[in-house]
């Protein structure tokens, strides 16, 4: 690309005298910035011995200087223009007279109407390259956020958008210019109504808003994202058009969630230490008393009563169980868990309540699954719940699938059902202690599993599709090689 001072259309030299030419530089100086006037295209200086003496040239105007035009064009042959700024009738007519044709003369009177248009071009040409300077940073910024960054008129259309919405949705900008933005971020299923989004309320209230919507995807996971809406106004007030920005935000959530989840669970460990402890010794005594009446007891009546009363302790007694194990941090036993002998080892306990209900049991056991640094009780605890869940949520039969392999750099252990999925709206929840939507139980079968993979340091993923299924997928700690060589020393 060439540069502007290759495309400088004169090379200009100035004549006059030191009292001319200060007034002469002011104009000149005020006129633009230092850059553009080194761009202007002057050359050389020709001075007349005429001027006063002890005057000083004006600061900046570091041109060679040289006793009288004919000894300027001598040195600079390439010079296309003079400038004579004295004014005086015997220079003038002997520039025109001396001067070659191709050389032109700008007289005093008309060299300010030049030098303004002369710095106008050269400022337009200036202010042009600082604007597309600025239009080309300010694109490279927006294009390196990963926010999907969208200008959208007052119709709702897009004006402008950048690389993040592009590669999202694999297209160029033409394709999505001029089309309705909801077209591309349609609003979440289960909302009320386009009017509750933030892009909506920037439009019809011309302030910011900001929301967090989640949604489901086809794999049935949820997302969760945070939309702004920023109305730019112009001078008047009135609205010109919104910027719209979507950040994904579902790790944050997921991660903010696991934090109030551990939070929750201390509380309620420590509570639920309590009150089992607190509880156990007078139901002890009541089962005891019980159990003591039970044997002496000769009438039916009574006896059926007291039967009803030790079946009660004992149900509350395996609650409170429930309820220890639960706030008791896992300590997973040292060693090696085969993951694929834990899976036929528990379906062959679980094969006769799924033969009872229609449900047909998969083992997709991968041959190189990668052995499990956990006690295989507690994997066993945790494939009991899940097809426990699973089994519920197909009263009318379906196919259940086990799965195991290695999900790098996790070992997988994925449950399957074909049966209701997990409402959008519960997703949150279920892994919460004592929530149950089966009416009965302690709601500790999930929480106990979450709970499990923390402490174990694995992670738990749910897909749900309501109406065709759900897919819980536990990843748990591999065995590592090193850890094995070392165990063995």
Known sequence: MRTLQAEKPYRIGIIGDKRSLVPFWDLFASLGNERVLGQLGFEALALHSTAPQGESFPPGLNLPAYPNWQAMLTAHPELSMVIETTGRRDLTSELRQ????????????????????????QMWVACKLDLLHTQNLL?????????????????????????????????????????????????????SGPSMTPLENALAHKELAEATLPHVDEEGRVHYTREYAYPILEESGELSSVLFIR???????????????????????????????????????????????????????????????????????????SILTFARPVESAPGATDMNQVVRETMDLMRLACDN??????????????????????????????????????????????????????????VEDTGQGVPAEIRDKIFSPFFSTKGKGSGLGLARIKKIMDDLGGTLTLSSIPGEGTRVSLLLPPLLAVAKAGASG
């Open 247 to 321: 950040r994904d935000i579902t790790s944050r959530t997921q991660m903010e969630q696991r934090l109030q989840q551990a939070e929750r669970l201390a509380s309620i460990g420590e509570l639920s230490t309590y009150i089992a402890h607190e509880i156990r010794n007078p139901l002890f005594a009541i089962g005891g008393f019980a159990n003591a009446l039970l044997r002496e007891a000769t009438n039916d009546k009574t006896r059926e009563r007291l039967g009803i009363i030790l079946e009660e302790s004992h149900r509350l007694d395996g609650i409170l169980k």
């Open 98 to 121: 001396g001067l070659p044709a191709e050389v032109a003369l700008v007289e005093r009177s008309a060299a300010s109407f030049f030098i303004r248009l002369l710095s106008s071009d």
């Open 139 to 191: 694109k490279t910024v927006i294009d390196q956020l990963k926010e999907e960054i969208v200008l959208v008129d007052l119709a709702g259309l897009v004006l402008d958008c950048n690389k993040a919405v592009l590669e999202r949705l694999g297209m160029n900008k033409a394709q999505i210019t001029g089309q309705p933005v909801r077209v591309f971020f349609p609003v979440p299923e289960g909302e």
């Open 357 to 414: 209900q229609g449900i047909t049991p998969m083992l997709e056991l991968a041959p190189d699954a990668p052995l499990v640094k956990a006690d295989a009780e507690f994997i066993k605890q945790c494939l009991i719940n899940l097809v426990k869940n699973s089994v519920e949520a197909m009263p009318e039969g379906g196919t259940l699938t086990v799965r195991t392999g290695l999900a790098a750099p996790h070992a997988l252990l994925e």
